[in-house]
């Protein structure tokens, strides 16, 4: 006799940049951080799709169309070493 266990159950209502990872202890993620850049990712911590996805540049564009929302914003120069940003990066509730 062959029992067969149900793998994770799916959500009805699923959203793929709501969904919540998992870095890896001995994951891809963790042996390049330690063997390329000589640091030790914060493993065991929970991120959702949402936050990893919008810290990609070239997502910027994909994001304005989904979302009609900017996760970038632009540096203006005042000053030969002066810099500033819009005031709405302050509203940003991106972590």
Known sequence: MVLLRASKKKKKDYLFLEDTVRIQRHGLFSQVAEKMFHMKPPVD???????????????????????????????????????????????????
Do not use: F, N, W
Not at 47 to 64: A, F, K, S, T, W
Not at 74 to 92: F, H, I, T
């Open 45 to 95: 911590r929970s991120l959702v799709m949402d936050q990893l996805l919008r810290q990609i540049p070239e997502m910027g564009i994909l994001y304005h169309r989904l979302r009609s929302s900017t996760i970038h914003y632009q540096l203006k120069k005042e000053g030969p070493a002066r810099y500033s940003l819009p005031g709405d990066v302050l509203d940003d509730d991106c972590t």
